[in-house]
């Protein structure tokens, strides 16, 4: 069955860097664009970096833009979030996702707290 596994997360101070990977089974990774959202409790999820299938095209959202890098290895069937430069509202629960036939596949997250 498909299984999205993240891994990474922890206690940082502002300005760090943390580095999020999210080990993926169960379906052909090479084929479907990834995914990164965060949630902090209250609020709706937030889609924070997208990657094609190839790795050829990324996305981010306007908050995170030249702080965060998305990349794939299709060898590995990774997907992995360098985040630089953090700040105390980066803090959240980072989630791995894709969507398999119309189906949205979650990880069960990795929590990234930003605080001094």
């Known amino acids: 069955q498909v299984q999205l596994v993240e891994s990474g997360g922890g206690l940082v101070q502002p300005g760090g860097s943390l580095r999020l990977s999210c080990a993926a089974s169960?379906?052909?990774?090479?084929?479907?664009?990834m995914r990164w959202y965060r949630q902090v409790p209250g609020k709706e999820r937030e889609l924070v970096a997208h990657?094609?299938?190839?790795?050829?095209?990324?996305n981010y959202a306007d908050s995170v833009k030249g702080r965060f890098t998305i990349s794939r290895d299709n060898a590995q069937n990774t997907v992995h979030l360098q985040m630089n430069s953090l700040k105390p509202e980066d803090t959240a629960v980072y989630y791995c996702?894709?969507?398999?036939?119309?189906?949205?596949?979650w990880g069960q997250g990795t929590q990234v707290t930003v605080s001094s």
């Open positions: 996702n894709t969507i398999i036939y119309e189906r949205a596949r």
């Open positions: 169960g379906f052909t990774f090479s084929y479907y664009a």
């Open positions: 990657i094609s299938s190839t790795g050829g095209t990324t």
